[in-house]
């Protein structure tokens, strides 16, 4: 606004008054365009999301509560029963002891996945480095084995015709496991996809443990060392406080993996051994909900799994959600 | 002095040893399947098994991509898997940039949502989702439904892993380019998004893994055997009636695993990173 445009002191006021109005008007436009970039760069994500999930997790909540089986299905609309569903599962004995299974299940899977896992890493750590550069690549080898392919291998080494593992054991004399069928009781079918998804789930564990171990000052090992402390002790007194963190969110991730587990008991039992004996949860909504075609039961047993796992879940969402804070 | 890097050393050895049975432990499934695959019938089905295919041979690899529906598979496989993977990506990459570099109410909210979202075991949406693609008379069979379905479950996977990424590109970079005259597009442009480039690399190839390797959601929305993908073929894969295929199955195993298995070795160090970083800094 250059001097010789102004008339009085009134004239002045007023396209002052204007300029400042539009110019607000700009930076409030700006500031509304700035304010809603975040929300719809994420637009695209929750659109997806909420088509993807929102529509089956409300349609799951409604199957629930019908009845719904094949005719339902082909006539695309279901019988209002209320919770009838619900009581059904809940007076069933079946799934109480499926629940229970799961629970064990879970409690060995993550045990033996953790142990094993930490002790790896800890092992990767005192190994010299082309050992170390050989094994871990054999664990990423491991890592990338697709759970259908692990199914398939295990099977062919586990089978009691000609399986190398009742070879080996044999030769080992451990035992003689010559035309011993791995998959002949619940214990035994369950032990097998025990070891299935610890051996598939360590490398995971092993990577995220290393590179935690790289966070704990030398210094502090060292000093342990030369007060003469043993190795156990200082991995408990120092370098497990350090780690806590991770360890807290790898075995809570593992429990939510593990307690929700589909491909590799499924298709390491075979279908013709899949029975209410040796169901893990999410085999129990799927043999009752999509084999039987009761979709509304096993609308209803989803649900209770996914309220579980939601339970679950509670405590890992708030630490990720507090680091995201963090960063 | 000496006496004590003997000892050391020696303990060293036997930490090597270790490693090494560790290893061999670890690996030999994978041994077992590639060298089953090599191995002509007669030695895959001796009752003392040979530890080496004495007589390599490709004969199961053709039997297994000579077997019904395998090329109908694969490019099934490789179309859900690419379009996953690029739609993905953009969507993903948006998201993370709001996460990134912007601080907006609501925010927390997303991030709960999208943590929330990977924990869902795949299982608890197979009937839902069933159902309502059912409802659709083409939808029980087309790979768009198995398509958005994927990536449901990438994307959050995808959103958490390249703000990482983007965080840990310097703020001042960024700001240097604005200062330069270039508008916040133009700095993201042409500042971010080489920087982000390897992060966008990794998360694409991890997309790719995961939705390589699924198999609960392609079993049941995909029946018809001419529109599944492979990891269905692999586990329908059945021998002849009178014995199992042993041979066969461990070639499709392997054929089946290779593209992962190249990817995965790709990337390792860099997915690593991604999903650690944050909690190693906590």
Known sequence: ?327 | MTRQSGRKRRSQLVWNVVGVAVFVVMVFPVYWMISTAFKPDDEVNRLTPTWFPLHPTLAHFGDAIHRPFFWDDVKNSLIVVLVTVALSMVLAFLAAVSLAKFRFTGRKVFVVLMIGVQMLPPAGLIIPLYVVLSRYHEAPNALIGVIITYMTFVLPFSVWTLRGFLLGIPRELEEAAMVDGSSRLGAFVRILLPLVAPGLVATSVFAFITSWNEYIFANVLLTDQSKQTVTVWLSYFYGTSRYTDWGGLMAASTLTAIPVVVFFLIVQRKIAFGLTAGAVKA
């Open chain 1, 1 to 327: 606004m250059s001097s010789r445009q102004i008339p009085d002191h009134a004239a002045v006021a007023v396209e002052t008054g204007a300029l400042r109005s539009r110019r607000r008007h700009v930076a409030l436009r700006v500031r509304l365009a700035r304010a809603s970039l975040p929300y719809l760069l994420i637009l695209p994500v929750l659109a997806a999301i909420g088509v993807v999930l929102g529509y089956p997790l409300y349609n799951l909540v409604e199957l629930s509560l019908q009845r719904y089986g094949l005719f339902e299905l082909i006539r695309h609309s279901g019988t209002w029963i209320g919770f009838a569903n619900y009581s059904a599962i809940l007076h069933d004995q079946v799934f109480w002891h499926t629940l229970l299974r799961t629970v064990v299940f879970t409690i060995v899977n993550v045990g033996f996945t953790m142990v094993i896992g930490t002790l790896l890493a800890l092992l990767l750590v005192r190994v010299s480095g082309p050992i170390r550069i050989l094994l871990s690549s054999g664990l990423v080898l491991v890592w990338s084995m697709p759970a259908v392919v692990a199914v398939q291998v295990w099977y062919w080494m586990t089978n009691f015709q000609n399986g190398v593992v009742n070879y080996a054991l044999t030769q080992l004399h451990l035992g003689d496991f010559s035309q011993h069928d791995w998959y002949g009781t619940t214990f035994s079918q369950l032990a097998m996809v025990t070891t299935l998804i610890v051996w598939g789930a360590i490398p995971f564990v092993v990577v995220t443990v290393y590179a935690g171990l790289a966070q704990v000052p030398g210094e502090l090992v060292e000093a342990a060392e030369v007060d003469g402390a043993r190795s156990w002790r200082i991995f408990l007194d120092v370098t497990f406080p350090i780690l806590k963190p991770i360890f807290l969110i790898l075995t809570s991730l593992s429990i939510i993996w593990d307690f929700g587990v589909f491909t590799q008991p499924y298709l390491l039992i075979e279908q013709s051994k899949l029975n209410a004996s040796n169901y893990l949860m999410s085999i129990y909504l799927f043999e009752e909900g999509y084999f039987k075609s009761d979709f509304g039961r096993g609308a209803a047993i989803s649900i209770l799994m996914l309220l579980m796992v939601a339970a679950m879940s509670v405590f890992y969402v708030r630490r990720m959600v507090r680091m995201g804070d963090v960063t």
